[in-house]
């Protein structure tokens, strides 16, 4: 059944799957059940695609005078699969809602795009936390361009309520999305109960996340090939060790993935680390299980050393379930948490200290200025480090392996006039022919004990530098939200409780992004020192096994 | 005056410089003179150009029947010089002959053809030595084909004695140019005095030169730019000092050169080590100064280690002579030595002990599958050690310097949020930046510690070593004649004494040549020992700065 819907504001669509409309223009919504955001739609020229939900508002149908409420509701009307689009959704929707161990897991390897955002648009487009939402049903063939987050009750209740402070225009603002702009505004209503708690003290270098009263760590070791189906479908499947019940879970890539979508989707306004990339082909080849381990072992370090992800109970879920049957409703259950996105913000005790706001301003600023040098520099250490990889594998193990050649030629050649044949020499030089074949592979094995070691760390930071730019994003739009309610203040268009309301909000925000900050100080000193130092140690051990290596060649030489 | 002259065989032109003519064509000589082989003349068709000299004989002129002697004086009629061709050979010619310190010394440095040719043509077809007889009339802008040998009096006899074994009809054979037919058909007359005497001895490996009596090396060092012409003209000079005068000489490149082309024209049999290239340009640059003293040394280094060119009059005067009147006195001494080329051989006294004539071919054919792959396996290891330079200037350091850079933009961005900007890391990491930048250098510099020297040694051996093709010819040929006359002999249309003055004779070539051989391997031993061992140390310790420079870096981030 189709609803009427008008444009609040005009869009512009930006690909092939959206429609155009006109700020007014009335608008045809198939089911008025969002997806990620979108709805189905035509416009008053008849072109059918997707439109973003935030921008229309629905007009209470005159066939159903029982409805009222013209927000959307999460659960409406049937789906009406009369649509293509709708029906693609709508299956994919379902697919991620109910997707269980015993479903199709393609998807989840299927979609090769990285989820360490390189490019820029990705970066300022995507989502609160720099890259775009994983949503399942990116297939393979359709790289989509990012959707805006899942809209939400309050900011749609938000926009119908009209509060006197202005509305972001852009309504694909990552602000606007993440339901900050709404928090800061005081549109997101308190809830009855919240169970949740995540306190912000005052450390010495600033606001700080407090230490979680239980912390752990977690290995993951032993990736082993899996099959179900009678050997049809094959996976691998991880032994995931938390230090605090020591009880072994198995997981696979797949519900790794499932507990980043949750995390992305609860916590705005927290850095959370990208899972390794996923990968279509090859994923079952040796080097490939082996770097994911290795980076997911590097991603699960970063999530319990986080006080707030560490504590998440989506994340003990995965961590310690082992029944089939609790697994699925424990799923349930964090997919129906409401404290997500702008909710989260709800949760967090502020600390007593004052904080200037104009010194928060600056510590933000100074602190953007410092992530752009780092992603560069990081993504610059990256390149050169691949390179030089590709270089250990080629250039420099065939420069030492053609010397070995040619030395071991050499030698073959001294042979072959028998009188003269100085035996010991020959063997010498044969004998060095083959430490510089042996040194070749050396460098090519190299990799594996230094620059992957490297490289995996220093992808695990362009993911958690991407992040930033849009949580800095928020914290900009608090901020401005908080100068504008002090002017309509000052013009007394505003009272100053609701000012000072826009204020206390507001620095939540900033003191969630300042912990943040924080913690990414912390981690990446502890980090980059660890890295430098692992890189130094295999690269001496590296040298000193060469110079053995041809210590002992020189040897043969002493007795001649 | 122009003579007559009658082709002794077909002749076909291979470049425009030379023409063509039929056996028996009378030709026009311009004048009797021969330049390294050849004379001036115009073929029965009117062209002009030069003959090879063992090509023709001169029919007596007429008009002066004083003169009854139908061979070609070296010593002969006033040059013709209104031909163009005749007075450019001459002048070139004469500044040979008289080329002093004090005349321009262009030529010396301009031709840049390699004196290590790498061409199978120049190896092959090349003087007995392996090379194109470095005339001084190669100007920079005509490269000519390699001119054969000087004809000699002896060929010339012989050609005109008939001997009742057969000549080889390529008269551009090394075998006929060099004189060594000559000798074997006992064509070279005994010299009423022969001061010099070079002794073979059986040792156990075979024939091998007697140690030379008074055994010494020498010195090279100190190359000194030097000016005359009041700065015109700039040249480097070498201190020269043998060890058993102790008392230096200065010497420039082209006295080394003339040197070489006096062992060339004396030491038929003889491998004699080629000098450095010569390069035009660029000749004054510090790299190519210190490369050129490297191997010159490495050539003095073979010159005295040889028992019989170590012995040698123009070599001693080279070595000794400080006085400029008793310099120029001496080169023409030098340069008017009769004992060249075959008449050497009657110089050589052979050891007591018989050797089978088919052991000396067996190990002769030996030797030369030995020379063969040693040849392929120098050139092998030379592009190999070349590449590696390259590699050690270009990609090794730029890889590491670009690391280096990587890691001190890393320590940059980390100071960009002062509060948190942890200075020791900071210092740490930028030092390591340095000190990849440092291991760059340290690449780039290594090939002067190591490869150039293995360079510079296997230059010397591929010289060496394309010596040998033709030198076994000359054995072969020599073989060839004693099979012939031994045939002859058998069919009674030879005297048995003169088939075993041939025998007796090529006996001498094969000791000669065994002799050399003998020399070479010995040398090559040590040589290539010292190679290997020079090379392993220098990169022992190149690994070893590599890791200590890495060592002390990794220090720095202990007390972190």
Known sequence: MALRARALYAFQSENKEEISFQENEELLIFDDKTVDGWLQGENSQGQRGLVPASYVEIIRPRSNSNQTDSSLSPAGSPSNDSSFFLSALHSAFHMQQSNDDDDDDDWEDWDDSSTVMEDEDSRRGGGANGHSFQSPYNSPNAHYRSKPYPERHDSISSSRKGSMVGRNLNRFSSFVRSGVEAFVLGDVPMMAKIAESYAIEMGPLGPQWKESPQPFSCSIEDPTKQTKFKGIKTYISYRVTPSHTGRPVYRRYKHFDWLYNRLLHKFTIISVPHLPEKQATGRFEEDFIEKRKRRLILWMDHMTSHPVLSQYEGFEHFLMCTDTKQWKLGKRRAEKDEMVGAHFLLTVQMPNEHQD???????????????????????????????????????????????????????????????????????????????????????AEQPKHDLFHMLDKLSLYQGLLANFPDMIHLQKGAFAKVKESQRMCDEGRMEQDEADGVRKRCRTVGCGLQAEMNHFHRRREVDFKEMMQAYLRQQIIFYQRVTQQLERTLHMYNNL
């Open 357 to 443: 706001l104009q010194d928060m301003e600056e510590r933000v600023d100074s602190f953007k200025a410092f992530t752009r040098k780092m992603d560069d520099s990081v993504l610059q250490l990256t390149h050169v480090a691949s390179e030089l990889v590709r270089k250990h594998l080629g250039g420099f193990r065939k420069e030492f392996q053609r010397l070995g050649n040619a030395f071991q030629s050499i030698s073959q050649a001294f042979t072959m006039d028998p009188p003269y044949c100085s035996d010991a020499l020959n063997n010498a030089i044969s004998h060095t022919g083959r430490t510089y074949e042996n040194i070749g592979e050396m460098f």
